[in-house]
């Protein structure tokens, strides 16, 4: 998916540590390690050798905390590890598989943001998009595409059909954290 690596460097620096990769060459294989401090001194425990940071590296930058965001991907995987990317990041993400399922969430949730695959079921991305606005057209959320389409034409159409950015897969989560927190700082200017 492009956010695993990513999501593993985030989580392991959440808790002072570290992540490395090494492999011999193509078709050797690669091996990960990762290295987490011991647990915080207490009876019978070693104590923590490494300070853990004192913010998440996005919550350090994050500028849209509390934000609701909407991530609607028809890969279960993808929403999971959006959701949970957004949350370590501050926001408030809801995530869903579908487009009739998004459509149900969005006057109740009233997102900020949403995030949306464009090769979706029933409806592409675009007639969601479109969709979205609609129903809140007093407060429209900002509009960023997560897509595997890239090309140049494709971008063309993400703009023309409001999408503010237009993020290709496979993402990785710090560009799509970053993404997100200027889409929300802009909103706010």
């Not at 425990?45 to 905390?65: E, V």
């Not at 609701?68 to 869903?96: F, K, M, Q, S, W």
């Not at 479109?130 to 494709?154: F, K, M, N, V």
């Not at 703009?159 to 700082?185: M, N, Q, S, W």
């Amino acid at each position: 998916l492009g956010l695993g690596l990513s999501l593993v460097r985030a989580l392991t620096e959440l808790h002072g540590g570290t992540v490395s990769a090494h492999s011999d060459g193509p078709g050797r294989g690669s091996e990960f390690t990762v290295r987490l401090p011991a647990a915080a001194a207490s009876p019978g425990r070693a104590r923590r050798t490494t300070p853990a940071p004192s913010q998440p590296p996005w919550q350090r930058a994050a500028g849209g905390r509390g934000a609701r965001v909407l991530v609607v991907d028809d890969n279960r995987d993808v929403t999971d590890t959006i959701a949970r990317l957004l949350r370590i990041a501050g926001y408030e993400p809801r995530a869903c598989n579908d487009p009739v399922t998004a459509l149900a969430m969005v006057a109740e949730l009233r997102p900020q943001v949403a995030i949306l695959d464009i090769g979706l079921p029933v409806m592409d991305g675009y007639l969601l998009a479109r969709e979205i606005r609609a129903r809140l057209s007093d407060d429209p959320p900002t509009l960023i595409a997560l897509t595997g389409y890239s090309q140049e034409h494709d971008r063309k159409r993400s703009r023309e059909a409001g999408f503010v950015r237009h993020l290709a897969k496979p993402i990785d989560a710090d560009e799509l954290v970053d993404a997100v927190d200027a889409t929300v700082r802009d909103a706010r200017v």
